[in-house]
């Protein structure tokens, strides 16, 4: 009754019905993840949008096993590499999780989470690591910035930009801190001053970087730290970031040095093929 086809777009697929209509479409992405894993981890992300029609689950059955079938055959050119299979959403979508946690499988084993710490009175120890120095960017220096957005994007697909920095610059108030090694830049923190509930200013940790070659010295503890220190200069006691509950290496940094968490913002469901 119900014929998929491919689509024109990229990465897409359609369901038609018995008389040629459009009745659903879904989407097969594989990226590779940012750095964060300790083995390189191929994502495959699926969604799927079907009418609100009377056989809308059987349509959806219909585009999962071939995105499945499809995500397969991805996995069998990627033997050497971890690959998720999974639906991502807004945790209050209560019909997504439901239904993609209903798959044999499938279950919700990772989560975008905010956390957040309280600056009080503490002092913030900063530890002295070799050939390792701290300063404040201001995004004037064109080589500071080039090399801040280089060495980000090997850590984060899809980070910074010149233009992305220079809107931070021009439409927020916010604080950037630089890990240099020989003068060329090793790790990062960029804050944004924010207004929180019953209007209460936040440092939000917009970014976070350690370049992979200087790692588990310190470095972003250092960062954090200084960064806490000059929120309390500008009167801002709480820190927020939000951090994927999956990335162990950045969350026991932030446990140590006294973040909570406070809420999750979205659901991942899915299976390692």
């Known amino acids: 009754?119900?014929?998929?086809?491919?689509?024109?777009?990229?990465?897409?697929?359609?369901?038609?019905?018995?008389?040629?209509?459009?009745?659903?479409?879904?989407?097969?992405?594989?990226?590779m993840e940012?750095?964060?894993?300790?083995?390189?981890?191929?994502?495959?992300?699926?969604?799927?949008?079907?009418?609100?029609?009377?056989?809308?689950?059987?349509?959806?059955?219909?585009?999962?096993?071939?995105?499945?079938k499809r995500a397969r055959n991805i996995k069998r050119e990627n033997e050497d590499l971890d690959v998720k299979f999974y639906h991502c959403c807004f945790s209050d979508n209560k019909e997504n999780i439901e239904y993609y946690s209903s798959k044999e499988g499938f279950k919700h084993d990772e989560g975008m989470y905010i956390i957040r710490k309280e600056i009080n009175e503490e002092k913030f120890n900063i530890s002295i690591i070799d050939d390792i120095e701290f300063v404040n960017l201001d995004f004037e220096d064109k080589t500071d910035m080039q090399q801040l957005v280089e060495e980000q994007n090997k850590v984060f697909n899809g980070g910074y930009s010149i233009d992305g920095l220079k809107e931070i610059k021009d439409k927020t108030e916010w604080v950037s801190i630089a890990a240099k090694h020989k003068g060329k830049i090793v790790g990062n923190v960029v804050v944004i001053v924010k207004n929180g509930e019953e209007n209460i200013k936040y440092g939000w940790i917009d970014d976070l970087f350690v370049s992979k070659a200087v790692r588990k010295k310190g470095i972003g503890e250092n960062l954090l730290k200084l960064t806490f220190a000059k929120l309390k200069e500008l009167h801002v006691n709480e820190s927020r970031l939000e951090v994927w509950s999956s990335n162990k290496r950045a969350l026991?940094?932030?446990?140590?040095?006294?973040?909570?968490?406070?809420?999750?913002?979205?659901?991942?469901?899915?299976m390692f093929l």
């Open 252 to 270: 026991s940094v932030y446990n140590k040095l006294g973040y909570k968490f406070l809420k999750e913002t979205e659901s991942s469901i899915g």
């Open 1 to 31: 009754m119900y014929t998929i086809k491919n689509s024109e777009r990229k990465n897409f697929i359609e369901a038609y019905d018995e008389n040629n209509a459009l009745v659903g479409e879904a989407i097969i992405s594989p990226f």
């Open 34 to 68: 940012s750095d964060i894993h300790d083995k390189q981890r191929l994502n495959i992300y699926i969604d799927i949008d079907v009418k609100d029609i009377k056989d809308k689950k059987v349509i959806k059955d219909l585009m999962f096993d071939e995105l499945l």
